[in-house]
């Protein structure tokens, strides 16, 4: 086991870069890269609980873990992040920044959505686009997008969400394409859903869910091995039985499912 760990330090190191690191997903996948022993530069808005888990990550990896502070749809905090990054060896990115919103779109409020398609895409995209120079210019590493079993198909009441996460793994597949030979491994992870605060935030009804940490586990396992997963035993059921169905069927299916979970919506 510590062998391995060593092996994914020496290819990913010796830093990595994880957005949305403050809970969640971001924070599960922070500290499985600390045990490895590589350094994590921790991104989120709120830095009370960016400091209070860098200094947890420290202690108890013995690791570097510096943070930043941004809201990532801005242009100009994306930028901040970037003049401390470019000073910084990263091997791998995790572009895990995101939020969701459900219910009717029309009901919607509009700079929400429009907040969100900023961060969604237009912070994953500018992300995609500095990082991935840095990467192929130092001869490899890594890079993870999180996308969503609801990127497969439209899902009403989950319309513009679902959309974004199209956005993503339509940008992901080609770019696996494009890297090839490039040394850089892309790795695109479609969990379904997650105990983290985006229920709480979309104000949805969440039924059964993978934790955080068993999506941080099989999105590490998986880089430099597979193109997509789809982390935790509920995502993968639902990634097959998706699968078999026409794109209009998967529609309404998906669309069924929404309107239990989010019920209590306008």
């Known amino acids: 086991m510590q062998s391995k760990l060593n092996d994914f330090a020496r290819r990913y190191g010796p830093y990595a870069l994880v957005t949305g690191a403050s809970e969640g997903i971001g924070q599960a996948i922070a500290e499985q890269l600390a045990k490895s022993g590589i350094n994590v530069l921790l991104v989120a808005r709120r830095i009370d609980k960016l400091n209070q888990l860098a200094l947890q990550l420290e202690k108890k990896y013995g690791v570097l873990c510096p943070v930043v502070s941004a809201d990532l749809s801005k242009s100009d905090e994306i930028e901040k992040m970037f003049r401390i990054t470019d000073h910084l060896d990263i091997g791998l990115v995790v572009c895990n920044a995101g939020f969701g ?14 907040n969100m398609l900023n961060l969604n895409c237009k912070a ?22 999180l996308s969503s079993i609801l990127a497969m198909q439209g899902v009403p009441r989950s319309a513009h969400y679902a959309a974004t996460k199209a956005y993503v793994h339509a940008l992901g597949e080609a770019l696996q394409e494009e890297w ?13 859903p997650v105990e983290t605060g985006f229920a709480e935030r979309s ?12 999506v941080a586990l099989e999105s590490l396992a998986a880089l430099g091995h597979k193109k997509v997963i789809h982390p935790g035993w509920l995502a993968k059921l639902m990634a097959i039985s998706l699968s ?5 069927l998967r529609v309404q299916i998906m669309g069924a499912i929404m309107a239990n979970m989010t019920k209590q919506l306008p």
């Open 180 to 192: 090839k030979g490039s040394g850089v491994d892309l790795l695109i992870v479609a969990p379904g």
């Open 244 to 248: 078999t169905a026409p794109r209009w």
């Open 203 to 214: 104000k949805m009804q969440l039924g059964k869910a993978a934790a955080p940490t068993v």
């Open 124 to 145: 994953l995209t500018t992300m995609a686009h500095h990082m991935g120079k840095q990467l192929k210019a130092r001869g490899g590493g890594g890079l993870i997008l």
């Open 101 to 114: 919103t459900a219910g009717n779109f029309l009901e919607g409020d509009l700079e929400t959505e429009i």
